[in-house]
Each structure stands twice: as structure tokens, then as C-alpha cells.
């Protein structure tokens, strides 16, 4: 085995593309969601709910348990889970779901980022990657995405902080990568939501109506491509500005 690649949220949308297309035909895809999905494109599968944070050392095991010892080539984890739900002005919605949210957005990022990044210090001559999924709502005001705002924009800051660590000491490549408005599931639910809770929605029904939505197969290429440009580490790039 000379690559080793964990994915989360690899059950749909992005994650899922990005399953289907790791540029690595021999490499140990280890694919993380709720569920099992047997149809999933991964060697091995780990059915943990990210927004539990009782979930969170597991992950750190299977981090911890594949990378000790291991003299491969590469290897990389691609942090992909998320939600937009609950959608809807933060007074309004169940704090219950608020707060699974946060949990998934925005601090499971973090926690697994730490965990993957102490794990894979003592990886010998491997290149090492850590990916976080952002967004471009990190940098704009969408009424009724108030707490998937803050959680990418926190992402982008722990991203350029972890980057900028890691090029001092320790090595591992760490980016953030907005996709853009990429024609998944989420997209669908952005459509059904009604205005009054969320603002901005007919701006997304009227890319979908323009067919201005990119493809998850077409993004994930794009994300796999970036591994290899040479970015500085803690870069936060959005593929829109990207040429091609």
C-alpha cells in the first residue's frame, strides 16, 4: 500500500466524487459517513456520526492505527462532512439541531484536523495532505445560514493558522477548498427551503435554472489536481478562481 486516504462524508455529493476519482488506482480508501453504504467507492468503511463528538477518537484511532509504521508514498485526508440544516434565523430554529451543527461544521473540523495532524507527525518520508471542504459563505452574509457561515469562516482561519505551523514544524500540507455551487444535495434542499427562511434562495434557483451548477465529478478532479499545484500551505482557494 503506498497511498492511504481517508474521506468523510463520503456517502453523497462531493465526498462521494472525490471517492470515485482518488488518482491513486492501489491506494487504501477509508470512507467515513452515519451509515455503511455498501455501494460506496471506499476499501473500508467507518459508519461514525461527525456531529457526535463522542464519535470524533475513533476516527483518531483509525488515524493513529494506519499511520504508525506506514512507509508509503502518500497520504491524505479529506474532510467533507456538513450540513446546512437547520436552515433558518438562528432564533428561530431547534437548538437541538443548532447545535449538532455547530458540532459538525464547525468543530469537528478542528478536533479531527488535530487528530490527523498528531498522527501523522511520525510518518517518515510520505507526503502528507490535510483538505478542509469550505465555502464561499465564510466571506458573505446569508440570513438564515448563520451558524454555516461561522463555521467556514472558522475553518478558513484554522486552516491558514494549522498551515502556517505546519510549514514551520511538522510538514503535512494543509488547504481549504471552496468548491463553488456544485449541483449535489444540498443544493436540492437550498431550492425547497422557503424564503422566509432563507433569504437569498432564489439566487440558487437561478443558477440551478441557468445550469451555473458544477458537477461534483468535475470538482473533485479539480480538488485532487490542487494536491500537486504547489500552493503555500494553509492556503484558502475557491476553485472559481482557479483557470479551467
Known amino acids: 500500500m503506498s497511498q492511504l486516504v481517508w474521506i468523510s462524508g463520503v456517502s453523497k455529493g462531493i465526498g462521494r466524487a472525490l471517492a470515485e476519482s482518488v488518482p491513486w488506482p492501489a491506494a487504501l480508501v477509508i470512507g467515513i ?24 477518537e475513533a476516527l483518531g484511532q483509525s488515524f493513529r492505527r ?27 430554529v431547534d437548538p437541538g439541531a443548532y447545535q449538532a451543527n455547530v458540532m459538525l461544521n464547525s468543530a ?20 502528507r495532505h490535510l483538505v478542509m ?22 475553518v478558513d482561519q484554522w486552516v491558514r493558522n494549522a498551515g502556517a505551523e505546519q510549514a514551520t514544524r511538522g510538514g503535512v500540507e494543509v488547504m481549504a477548498v471552496a468548491p463553488g ?13 422557503p424564503a422566509e427562511q432563507f433569504t437569498q434562495r432564489q439566487k440558487f434557483v437561478d443558477l440551478y435554472d441557468a445550469g451555473k451548477l458544477a458537477s461534483p465529478t468535475e470538482v473533485a478532479a479539480k480538488m485532487w489536481r490542487l494536491l500537486d499545484s504547489g500552493l503555500d500551505n494553509g492556503s484558502v482557494v475557491d476553485l472559481r478562481d482557479l483557470p479551467g
Not at 455503511?36 to 463522542?54: F, I, K
Not at 449535489?184 to 431550492?191: C, K, L, S, V, Y
Open 108 to 127: 469537528s473540523p478542528q478536533v479531527l484536523g488535530q487528530l490527523f495532524l498528531a498522527a501523522a507527525a511520525g510518518v517518515g518520508s510520505a507526503r
Open 66 to 92: 494506519e499511520l504508525a509504521g506506514f512507509d508509503g508514498d502518500r497520504v491524505a485526508f479529506v474532510h467533507c462532512a456538513g450540513t446546512i440544516d437547520p436552515v433558518g434565523f438562528a432564533a428561530d
Open 133 to 154: 471542504i469550505t465555502s464561499g459563505a465564510a466571506r458573505s452574509v446569508y440570513p438564515g445560514w448563520t451558524s454555516y457561515g461561522a463555521a467556514k469562516a472558522a
Open 33 to 56: 459517513s452515519r451509515d455503511a453504504n455498501e455501494s460506496a467507492p471506499v476499501s473500508e468503511h467507518l459508519a461514525l456520526d461527525l456531529a457526535d463528538p463522542s464519535s470524533w
Open 181 to 193: 455551487t456544485v449541483d449535489t444535495g444540498m443544493q436540492a434542499r437550498i431550492r425547497a427551503t
